[in-house]
């Protein structure tokens, strides 16, 4: 597995977003939810994911929320108390989704892995996890886009004991510290 990081690309970035190469701007549902479906998928093997599991990916279907209140099998629904938290809602047409991981350690090398395997299928794709504690993460098939506490990080091996960290600790403010 420690090889497998080792291949990871770890890159600081200071920008507040990460340009949208999608051509023509507008992103389909059924793109973005292909990803999210297949992240969901990878997620599933390693805990609990949720809000919402899978959902088909149907063509000509301009919204799926209203496909999901005529067929209730539309979207199946996601597993309770879900470790990896991954964002059932397109908030906008650029290519990563959101995650969210809680629990005793979502956050390990063999998950990181299967992730970054994933993301390989989907060229230019991201998942962005964004409740590392002072940091921020976008996770992309061969790199790791690092800001925060994890930008100190030289390798994908640093990345996961800083983050697995941060998560442990959990948000505190500077006072919280000395108790």
């Known amino acids: 597995m420690t090889k497998g990081l080792e291949a990871l690309k770890v890159k600081a970035f ?20 292909t990803v999210r479906n297949a992240l969901v998928k990878t ?5 609990p994911t949720g809000p919402m599991g899978v959902i088909k990916i149907v063509e000509g279907v301009e919204n799926p929320l209203m496909m999901l209140a005529k067929d209730q099998d539309f979207w199946e629904s996601g597993d309770p108390d879900p470790a990896y938290f991954i964002l059932d809602g397109q908030p906008n047409h650029e ?5 969210e991981l809680y629990g005793d350690d979502p ?3 063999g998950w990181l892995m299967s992730i ?13 996890v964004s409740n590392i504690p002072d940091s921020y993460l976008l996770i992309f098939g061969k790199r790791l886009m690092v800001k925060g506490r994890l930008a100190k990080c030289q390798s994908a091996a640093e990345v996961v004991a800083e983050a ?16």
């Open 14 to 33: 200071t920008r507040d977003r990460v340009p949208n190469d999608h051509p023509g701007g507008d992103l389909p549902w059924q793109t973005y939810h």
């Open 43 to 47: 997620c599933r093997r390693y805990g």
């Open 95 to 99: 290519r990563y989704c959101y995650a």
């Open 107 to 109: 956050f390990n090398a």
């Open 116 to 128: 970054t395997e994933t993301l390989r299928e989907f060229d230019g794709w991201g998942l962005c």
């Open 164 to 179: 697995r960290r941060l998560l442990k600790r959990g948000n505190k403010k500077w006072w919280q510290f000395w108790r």
